[in-house]
Every structure is written in structure tokens, then in C-alpha cells.
């Protein structure tokens, strides 16, 4: 069974996704990164691109990022701003 972690992705008065992922793919200012459960926390910029989401139940989600967003993980939670 996959680990997860809670997800948030979320712009200013819409939340885009709000549920448990498998992982989510993301495109960091210096190249695309993928957060996994239990991740290292930091806080990356990100800039325009696509969001890739597996939820729990395995199912891929993609969100456009049209100009810049930021993203902030820790203690097995993600929030992603656009």
C-alpha cells in the first residue's frame, strides 16, 4: 500500500485540490521536483508549468500554473499557492 500525504492546491478565492496524494509533481524555478509522503520541509517558488497529482486512490489530476505560485512542505503536508 502507497504512503500519502494531505494536499492542498489553491488559488486566491478557489481551491483547486484538497485530499490525500501519492505524490505531486511540481515546477520548481529550478527545475521540476516530486514530493513524496514524508518529505524534507522547505519552501520552493515555482513558476509557470503543470501541477501532476496521483491521489490516494490512484486516480492523475493536471493544474496549469499560468504564471508563479509557491509551494511550502512539512510534517507530511503540502500547500501549493498559485
Known amino acids: 500500500m502507497a ?6 492546491v489553491a488559488k486566491v478565492g478557489e481551491n483547486l485540490f484538497d485530499a490525500d496524494a501519492e505524490y505531486v509533481t ?3 524555478m529550478e527545475g521540476e521536483f516530486t514530493v513524496l509522503s514524508n518529505h524534507e ?3 520552493s517558488e515555482l513558476k509557470a508549468g503543470s501541477v501532476k497529482i496521483k491521489d490516494a486512490e490512484g486516480k492523475l ?3 496549469a500554473v499560468a504564471d508563479t505560485g509557491i509551494a511550502e512542505i ?9
Open 74 to 82: 512539512s510534517h507530511n503536508q503540502a500547500t501549493v499557492l498559485l
Open 3 to 8: 504512503k500519502h500525504f494531505h494536499l492542498t
Open 41 to 43: 520541509p522547505f519552501v
Open 26 to 28: 511540481l515546477p520548481g
Open 61 to 63: 489530476h493536471t493544474l
